[in-house]
């Protein structure tokens, strides 16, 4: 039942996204950048994104030298354990460079897609109580459910169609306000501790990739706080790299078989701590040979760092910043020509 109030969310979205004067362009020389589940807080210890402020602002200043479009998509603020006043209290500058990197809507308004932690935005009332100077971070801000590159690419946050995070989300976001959030600055845990879960996860994950197969759509979600690359996940991509560093072992002279042996045995550990993460339940296998329809940003809460997806002539890649040295490093890359070809002609 769930499956079809998405389906049929997605579609209506994607229908909107896809109007004249809503899709963005996506040309060659379009450069754009997409963070997700930031959930920036009130800086107590029930912020999950205070760890990574400064990681997340060394990212966003490359970007804009380097003449990026920002895509926020959704969850961008923990609109169901703080208001907007504590939130700009922290992340004032943050927030007034994200609006400056967004892309500009027909109406020159700058674009920011919500989630379900940040649907206040929708509200009449999300900005009463703000002071003139706070108003002016919203003033020239058109905010969105979804967003579509070219008619290629569909952006959407990912709750849509769930009954406690779409239709009852007020419900839930009482039971954050009231109860996770005592929880959360009494034990000092985030969004790696047991507010995960991997059940129902990989349930989304699922229900995303079968959607974007059907619908023959390259797929860009957040919301599941878990990075995919064309379908696959960095778990099932570190399988397939350390499937082709065995092959070539076999062939391997004694002097590479040293250098190969070194590399199985760091992506062996990877895959291991991959899987500490998800309490040993491995992310879902869509099938031997996936369409590579679907995507995922990741979130911006991670231990050691957050992750993105870029896009940029003619390339998507996924993108890990490490909170260590506060290091860009590309994760996974491909021909987004390809992706959309093999997404339009699939072969199963």
Same mark, same amino acid.
């Given at each position: ?26 040309? #060659? ?22 760890k ?6 060394q990212?966003? /200043? ?19 354990? /703080? ?5 700009? /209290? ?20 700058? !674009? ?7 649907? &206040?935005v ?30 290629? !690419? ?6 849509q ?27 000092? !845990? ?7 879960? #991997? ?30 690359f ?15 560093? &065995? ?6 002279n004694? &002097? ?7 590399? !199985?045995?760091?992506?062996?550990g ?11 339940? #491995?992310? #879902? ?10 995507? /995922? ?52």
């Amino acid at each position: 039942m769930s499956y079809r109030r998405m389906a049929r969310k997605f579609a209506r979205l994607k229908e909107q996204a896809n109007l004249p004067g809503k899709m963005l362009p996506l040309e #060659p020389e379009d450069r754009y950048v997409v963070f997700s589940d930031h959930h920036k807080g009130d800086g107590s210890g029930a912020d999950d994104f205070k760890k990574n402020a400064y990681l997340y602002l060394q990212a966003l /200043n490359y970007y804009a030298q380097e003449k990026f479009k920002l895509i926020v998509l959704g969850d961008s603020e923990e609109l169901w354990e /703080n208001n907007i006043q504590s939130i700009l /209290n922290n992340y004032a500058d943050i927030i007034r460079l994200e609006i400056k990197l967004a892309p500009s809507s027909a109406r020159g308004r700058k !674009i920011r897609i919500w989630g379900n932690h940040d649907k &206040e935005v929708t509200l009449k009332n999300f900005l009463a109580g703000l002071n003139s100077q706070q108003l002016n971070f919203f003033t020239h801000v058109e905010y969105r459910e979804a967003l579509s590159l070219g008619g290629q !690419i569909f952006l959407i946050h990912g709750h849509q169609g769930r009954f406690f995070e779409d239709k009852a989300w007020r419900i839930s976001r009482w039971a954050v306000h009231f109860i996770w959030k005592s929880i959360q600055k009494l034990l000092n !845990i985030g969004i790696d501790g047991p507010a995960e879960n #991997p059940h129902l996860r990989s349930q989304l994950e699922n229900d995303y990739y079968r959607w974007a197969k059907e619908n023959q759509t390259i797929l860009v979600c957040g919301h599941t706080h878990r990075a995919m690359f064309a379908s696959l996940s960095h778990y099932h991509y570190l399988l397939s790299q350390k499937s082709i560093m &065995e092959q070539k072992l076999k062939y391997a002279n004694l &002097e590479e078989k040293k250098k190969i042996k070194e590399k !199985i045995n760091h992506l062996e550990g990877e895959i291991q701590r991959v899987l500490k993460k998800t309490s040993g339940l #491995p992310p #879902p296998d869509f099938s031997a040979n996936p369409i590579p329809c679907y995507f /995922n940003s990741g979130c911006c809460g991670y231990t050691n760092g957050l992750t993105a997806l870029e896009i940029e002539s003619e390339e998507i890649r996924l993108i890990k910043w490490e909170k260590e040295n506060y290091y860009r490093r590309i994760l996974q890359a491909g021909n987004l020509k390809e992706i959309i070809s093999q997404t339009k002609h699939q072969d199963q």
